[in-house]
Structure formats: C-alpha cells, structure tokens
C-alpha cells in the first residue's frame, strides 16, 4: 500500500478546479486578441496553440467524467472570443459534472487516446489531476507571453509587478 494518496479527494479536487480555473481565465483574457499568433521562438508553440491546450485539457477531462475513454481533439484554435467562451463553458461544465462523481468513479480506470493509440490508463482521478497541472503549467507560459505581446500580466497567486502601484 502506498504511504501517500495517489489521487487525493473529489472535493479537494473540485475547489483546486474552481480556483486554477478562475486564475486561469484572469491569464487567457489578458491576451491581447490580436496576439495568437505570437510566439517567442520560431519552434515555440503560439500563444493560441498554448491557450487552446488548455481548453483541450478540460475538453478531455469533462469527457472522462461521463466515459471509459476519449480521444485527444486535434482541432486548431479558433479566435479570442471563441476561444475565452469555450475555456469559460468547459471549466463550468467540469465544475458542474465534478459534483456527480462518486468515490467509485473517481477511482475507476480511464483511458485517453491518440490517433487511435492509448496513452494514458489511469484512474479518473489521477487523470484530472494530470491536466489541472498541464493546464497550469501552460498557464505559466502564456503569462511569460504576455509582457513581450504588450499586455500586463494578472495577478496570478499574489500581486504581480503590473498589478501593483
């Protein structure tokens, strides 16, 4: 048995989620609209391939809260407002379904594909886990795009050199 909870609780999931997903949105509605394509390194993703794998990841984790398995989307980010308005339906969406999971389906194994092949076999909660800190972890690249694109960078856990003064 291990000596630490491999996927932690429902609840305590669902307040991590309620407030990434909030901090998350301060991030994204920060980018300027006209500032998708930017990108700081010819081989860096843009910051509208970055922002949509966020969405993405929700994407994924509202699927596997209603199914054994789902398929990785392939789709290529739409524009600002498109893009604001799908993150903000898919973090409510989760936050909603999040509240319907038992203790059994937090543990039940789940699978996410690619191109047809599994990549990933986990319990849901594990899964959930994974893309919260994908999710944010992608949030902290775009906020490093954000000063070179012109815009100020949101508070993020605390006051930021933009939100100060």
Known sequence: MPDFDPVGTIEFF??????ESATTAK?????????????THPNSPTAGTTAWTIVRCLEI???????D???VPRTNHPDH????AEFHHSAER?????VAIDPTDW?????????GIVILTQPLGQILWLF??????????????????????????GPSADTTA
């Open 107 to 115: 543990l039940k194994e789940r699978k996410v594909t690619s191109s």
């Open 69 to 71: 398995s789902t398929e």
């Open 27 to 39: 991030v994204l509605h920060a980018i300027p609209a006209d500032m998708l394509s930017y990108r």
């Open 94 to 98: 989760l936050q909603q379904q999040l």
């Open 61 to 67: 984790s509202n699927h596997l809260t209603s199914s």
């Open 14 to 19: 669902r307040e991590r989620h309620r407030v």
């Open 132 to 157: 919260l800190f994908d999710g944010i972890h992608h949030r902290g690249q775009l906020s490093t795009y954000l000063r070179p694109m012109g815009a100020a960078v949101p508070s993020i856990y």
């Open 81 to 84: 407002v498109a893009l604001l």
